[in-house]
C-alpha cells in the first residue's frame, strides 16, 4: 500500500469523523438554546401544520428569500439544487449494485455541474458588485465561494477534460466504507478534488454553511404566530405566581 493511499485514507476517515462529530454537536446546542419569546416573522401561521408547511416552502422555494431579492434567489436556488442533482449523482460511488433513480440521474447530475459553478459564479459576484453586501463580506465567505467552485471546476474536468478512472475511484471509495483500504488512483486533478471535498467537510461544522441544518432551529421560521393563546411563564413569574 502507497503512502498515498494511506494518506487520503487517513484524510477521509478524519474529515469524516470531524464532519459528522461536529455537526451533532452543533445540532444538539441548536436544539438546547432556548427560545422562550415569539418572534415568529409575521405574517406566519398560527397552527403547527402552517408552521410545517411554510418551513417546507422555505426549504424547497427558498420563499423568504425570493421575496428579498429576485437575483439572489436565482443564484441560490439554483446552486442548491443543482448541487442535490450532483451529490445524487455521486451516490453511485458509494452503492454496489447502483440503485435505478441514481441510474437514472446520472446525465442530469453530469451537466448539473455546469449550473453549479455558474451560480456560485453569480453569488460571488454579487459580494463584490453590491455594495451593502461587499460591506458585510468576510474573507471567510470568499474563500468558502472559491472552495466551491475549486470542487465543481476539478470535478469538470475528471469528465470533459482529463478523464478518471471512475472504476478504480470507486473501488477506493468501497474499500473505505468497508475498512478494506484500496489504492487511490494517481490522478493529479482526482487527488486536488478528493483534497478539497475533504477540506469542505473538515470546515463545514465551523462554517456558515451550517445554515443548511440551522434553518430547522430558527425561531423565526419554526414558531407559530399564537402568543395570545400560548403564553410563555418565566420560571421566576410562575414562582411568583405560587407565592401564598
Not at 494518506?7 to 422562550?36: D, E, H, N, Q
Not at 415568529?40 to 427558498?62: D, I, N, Q, Y
Request: aromatic share 14%.
Amino acid at each position: 500500500m502507497t503512502l498515498l493511499t494511506i494518506f487520503y485514507t487517513v484524510l477521509f476517515y478524519f474529515a469524516t469523523g470531524v464532519f459528522v462529530i461536529g455537526l451533532a454537536v452543533k445540532i444538539r446546542s441548536y436544539a438546547k438554546t432556548p427560545a422562550p419569546l415569539k418572534i415568529a416573522t409575521t405574517p406566519a401561521p398560527v397552527t403547527t401544520g402552517g408552521v410545517s408547511l411554510r418551513m417546507a416552502r422555505e426549504v424547497v422555494f427558498f420563499e423568504s428569500l425570493f421575496k428579498s431579492s429576485k437575483w439572489t434567489w436565482v443564484f441560490g436556488w439554483t446552486f442548491h439544487f443543482a448541487l442535490l442533482l450532483v451529490v445524487l449523482r455521486h451516490l453511485r460511488y458509494f452503492q454496489e449494485p447502483v440503485w435505478m433513480p441514481i441510474v437514472l440521474i446520472q446525465p442530469f447530475g453530469t451537466y448539473a455541474g455546469f449550473a453549479l459553478v455558474a451560480a456560485l459564479g453569480g453569488l460571488w459576484a454579487r459580494r463584490w458588485l453590491v455594495d451593502r453586501v461587499r460591506y458585510i463580506s468576510t474573507p471567510s465567505d470568499h474563500l468558502m465561494l472559491a472552495l466551491l467552485i475549486a470542487i465543481g471546476l476539478t470535478g469538470m474536468a475528471m469528465r470533459f477534460v482529463a478523464h478518471t478512472d471512475i472504476v478504480a475511484v470507486k473501488v477506493f471509495v468501497l474499500g473505505l466504507m468497508r475498512f478494506d483500504w484500496q489504492p487511490v488512483p494517481a490522478d493529479p486533478v482526482l487527488l486536488i478534488h478528493l483534497a478539497l471535498v475533504a477540506g469542505l467537510m473538515i470546515v463545514f461544522p465551523i462554517s456558515k454553511l451550517l445554515h443548511a441544518p440551522g434553518l430547522f432551529f430558527s425561531p423565526t421560521r419554526n414558531q407559530a404566530d399564537n402568543a395570545r393563546e400560548v403564553r410563555h411563564v418565566s420560571a421566576w413569574a410562575a414562582a411568583l405566581d405560587k407565592r401564598p
